[in-house]
């Protein structure tokens, strides 16, 4: 099941093991359960700590339940905990086989306060970015507090729980049998949806902190950047974000990134976040800006209801995915609506989708779930694809991508549950037409996270952008933005990281005027 490298790796990595782990399959007559079998006989291989055994009463099948007979802690992968979900496996062994988990001791201790029965299950697809940082943060809770179990279930493999619990995108998360989450959420958010005064706790320590001299809001590759380059100038900085690495956790492939052949989005973000925090870096997340104002110091107050203070700002909130705005798409949001084809992707095998878009992003969604879907429809208002050309040979080449152009999308349906299709107008004819759909997948670019400096005195562009000059500085005295948030013309990783670093030596530079301007006025006086 495991090639000799990884099995040479993992056994360095299980060096760390020191207490015994069960491993405790549920298996049935299929190739998977097979599979299953073959992967844990390679992890007992590999340290004389872990065991292997079998079960015959398990809700699933194939199944696999890590176990500490020390601490009576429960882990389970119903599936092949493979692909994006290896790295959440390996570490739910390392963590149940006593290795520290990274999470901060004020959140060790919330978990530990846990009393009552908590049984999560997180429906995932292995092609799903996201997902592994939900199963990690839950494996984390349950590696530390028998009360909590986890299991991680593929989607793909356990269609019938997917059907009749109407799952259309993931990570899907249960606890107690009712829906918890759907999408991205960390280990804080999870703590502080359980502890309702655990946000009010910690906005109350943010308003504590000192002034910073750079506050960088984002953790992005723009915010990462913007915060290496602040810190490396010996500048007290902090990073607030809801969560680092912001749009490039949910990217599959990167191909472009100079001097890396290809990464992937959470290897890359993992990156970003253990550079940064080799610097003095306080690194704040689960955490959104609401605004920004200027008294003695630049305030910014968060959704939470703490404020921070800075000399300087740093603004690097990143795009999100735009929305088609019309009938509907609200509604089925999550029941058949997406903007993740690799996340969801597998929970429409061998179903008609369309993907709404002709640029790069929509033809790649577009041939990736050609090869999951029974048929894809591209829809492009335009009357040309944007897409590069070999992109759009390819689409072409496949039988099962249909590709319209002209055509305007009205309104998505649906039967109160789920997606059903949509209905699009022809730009040139004006007939309107309906397509049989069961998910629609949106990729029409982005949309600048600038929302919350609408009522402020930043100036944004008529997109929405944070206008910006070379030096990355705003409208506003002490405030600098980077990335896909500002009129930059091309949003790319490599140009919202060399903006970063701008806007850091821009703030550096505003920063050492401003103490020779406060020390002029001082000496005047």
């Known amino acids: 099941m495991l090639d000799q490298n990884i099995k040479t790796q993992l056994q360095s990595h299980f060096a760390a093991i020191t207490d015994p782990i069960e491993l405790v ?20 291989s590999l340290s004389t700590h872990i065991t292997v055994s079998e079960q015959s009463d398990s809700t699933r099948a194939p199944n696999m339940s890590v176990r500490s007979p020390k601490r ?9 905990p493979m692909g994006h979900e290896f790295t959440s496996l390996v570490l739910a062994l390392l963590q149940t086989g006593g290795h520290p988990s990274k999470a901060s001791e004020e959140e060790l201790s919330i978990i530990d306060g846990i009393t009552e ?7 995932i697809s292995l092609s799903c970015q996201t997902c592994p940082q939900v199963v990690q943060a839950l494996n984390t809770m349950a590696a530390r507090n028998s009360n909590i179990k986890a299991t991680m279930i593929d989607g793909a493999l356990f269609q019938d729980e997917v ?3 109407n799952i259309m995108a993931v990570p899907s998360v249960f606890l107690n049998g009712e829906q918890f989450s759907q999408g991205a959420v ?13 946000a009010a706790k910690q906005a109350e320590k943010l308003n504590e902190k000192d002034p910073f001299d750079v506050l960088v809001v984002g953790g992005g590759p723009a915010g990462a950047s913007a915060a290496i380059y602040a810190a490396r100038k010996g500048l007290n900085t902090g990073v607030v974000a809801e969560r680092f690495g912001g749009q490039v956790a949910d990217t599959l492939a990167i191909e472009n990134f100079i001097s890396v052949k290809a990464t992937e989005g959470p290897k890359l973000v993992a990156q970003l976040e253990e550079h940064v925090k080799e610097y003095d870096v306080d690194i704040m997340k689960g955490q959104r800006a609401a605004g920004i104002a200027r008294g003695d110091y630049i305030e910014v107050p968060l959704e939470s209801g703490a404020t921070l203070k800075a000399k300087s700002v740093i603004m690097a909130t990143g795009a999100r995915w735009r929305n088609m705005n019309v009938p509907g798409e609200q509604e089925y949001k999550g029941k058949g609506v997406a903007y993740c084809p690799h996340c969801d992707g597998p929970l429409f095998k061998g179903k008609p989708v369309a993907v709404i878009g002709g640029g790069n992003s929509g033809i790649e969604a577009a041939i990736d779930l050609a090869n999951i879907t029974s048929h894809v429809t591209v829809l492009e208002f335009a009357d040309t694809l944007r897409a590069d050309e070999v992109l759009i040979r390819k689409a072409n080449s496949l039988p099962n991508i249909t590709i319209i152009k002209n055509a ?3 309104e998505v349906l649906g039967d109160g549950q789920r997606v059903t299709g949509l209905s699009y107008t022809d ?8 397509v049989d759909l069961a998910g629609i997948f949106v990729q029409i670019g982005l949309i600048p996270n600038s929302e919350f400096l609408k009522e402020t005195d930043v100036q ?3 997109f929405g952008e944070i206008e910006v000059d070379k030096h990355g500085a705003t409208s506003m005295s002490g405030v600098y933005a980077a990335g896909d948030v500002t009129d930059s013309a091309f949003k790319q990783i490599i140009i919202a990281m060399g903006s970063g670093a701008t806007a850091s030596l821009g703030a550096f530079d505003y920063l050492i005027r401003h103490s020779d301007e406060s020390q002029t006025e001082a000496s005047a006086a």
């Open 25 to 44: 399959l549920a298996l049935d007559d299929s190739n998977k359960s097979n599979e299953l079998k073959s992967l844990a006989n390679d992890l007992s």
């Open 72 to 80: 009576n802690t429960h882990i389970d992968f119903a599936g092949i």
């Open 117 to 123: 029965p908590l049984n999560f299950e997180i429906y």
């Open 163 to 165: 059907n009749a619990r």
């Open 186 to 198: 960390s280990l804080s958010d999870i703590l502080n949806k359980l502890d309702t005064g655990a």
């Open 408 to 410: 305007q999308t009205t």
């Open 427 to 434: 730009r040139v004819s004006g007939e309107q037409h309906q």
């Open 460 to 462: 944004l562009s008529r």
